[in-house]
């Protein structure tokens, strides 16, 4: 298994900007140093809580800074940009990493950034793969480009001069372009069958139940076998709630503290997703009542926590429940104490990744 890092940074709305941006990037720093393979940023434009509001932006502050980690837009929101704006941005983003690029994508969840930008009645599934589709096909394709769609134009016929350079969308360092993932939060997502059958990857949300969590392989080795394309559990990331401490008793206090991040992190998706009429992501299942359904149980379920040897056992159980995966993105959560914060990512990666590893290849002989 490998670690890696996502983060849906959700703050305090009275912490200081600069300081919860300054944090959030050295918790990708320190990803970077440990050895995390990948680490994804999410971006929302109307969110006080969620206030990174351009994972381009972000990830462009981290390029010249990191050293080897993969960095990832987790997600860019499709609906909310013009085609052509994506695709330029994410060409020259590619480039700063040098190739370090995962371009995760989706329709976006939140439902004020729909309203502001305009969209909140489209539809923005439809919307999404107009979208993509055109950046695919700029990347792919010459000036004058001509891509005629339902949301979107995409032509400089009329300014092109191609012997000076006008006119010309830059395409990315990969080639044909990153890869691409898309973030997988619906049961049984038809959208992660999809995604594979055009050869992209799947990661599940950290605020899904575990049935959930695991019905999306199914759902993505029927899109796989769709194309001929090999299945392998190495591409499904699925990220997870984590808090490592040196003891029980302080990862016990600071992951269920009702001041604590991790509970005012499912306080602030409780609340948005219940608002939204997507209560069934914190279902254990279908049929279940909306009452059952309280902050108390969602953190019990969804975060585990205790020391190094504690969170391994866990993980490991979690992973025989939902099937073999290739990278566990553990989730960022705001740093209320500074110290504890990054020491639960150093012993993450430095006493539960070797031990859960370490199990798995005995498991193996």
């Known amino acids: 298994m490998k670690l890696g890092f996502f983060t849906m940074p959700i703050h305090p709305l009275d912490k200081d ?19 995390f393979t990948e680490a994804y940023v999410g971006e929302h434009v109307t969110d006080k809580a969620e206030n990174i509001t351009s994972s381009i932006a972000f990830i462009a502050w981290l390029a010249a800074a990191t050293k080897q980690i993969k960095l990832g837009t987790g997600t860019v929101n499709m609906p909310n940009t013009h085609p052509a704006a994506v695709a330029a941005s994410i060409a020259m983003l590619d480039h700063m990493l040098d190739g370090r690029f995962i371009f995760g994508i989706s329709p976006g969840g939140l439902l004020s950034d729909a309203e502001i930008f305009g969209n909140l009645d489209a539809d923005r599934n439809a919307m999404f793969l107009e979208a993509i589709n055109q950046v695919l096909e700029i990347w792919a394709g010459k ?62 949300a950290n605020f899904l139940m ?10 993505y080795v ?4 769709r194309m001929n394309r090999t299945v392998d559990p190495a591409n499904w990331r699925v990220a997870k709630s984590v808090f490592v401490a040196k003891d029980a008793a302080t990862a016990r206090a600071y992951a269920t503290a009702p001041d604590g991040p991790y509970v005012y992190y499912y306080h602030q998706l409780f609340t948005k997703l ?11 299942r279908r049929d279940q009542p909306d009452a059952e359904v309280t902050l108390e149980s969602i953190c019990d379920k969804l975060i585990i926590h205790g020391t190094p040897e504690s969170v391994a056992d866990q993980l490991l159980s979690f992973q ?11 989730a960022g959560k705001d740093w209320k104490d500074r110290e504890l914060g990054r020491q639960s990512m150093i012993l993450m990666a430095e006493k539960v990744l070797p031990r859960i590893n370490a199990a798995g290849a005995g498991a193996s002989t």
């Open 222 to 225: 029927e899109g796989c076998e």
């Open 17 to 35: 900007w600069r300081q919860s941006l300054r944090e959030d990037r050295e918790a990708f720093l320190l990803a970077d140093e440990l050895g």
């Open 143 to 204: 000036p004058p480009y001509d891509l005629q769609g339902k949301y979107w134009n995409v032509s400089v016929r009329r300014t092109l001069i191609e012997d000076i350079g006008q006119g010309i969308v830059a395409r990315p360092l990969q080639t044909p372009h990153p890869p691409i993932v898309v973030t997988a939060v619906a049961p049984f997502s038809k959208g992660v069958t999809e995604a594979a059958a055009r050869g992209w990857d799947p990661i599940s």
């Open 210 to 219: 575990p049935a959930w969590v695991k019905s999306h392989w199914p759902k």
């Open 320 to 330: 025989q429940e939902i099937g073999p995966f290739g990278t566990l993105l553990y």
């Open 274 to 284: 219940k608002r939204g009429g997507r209560l069934e992501l914190f279902k254990t």
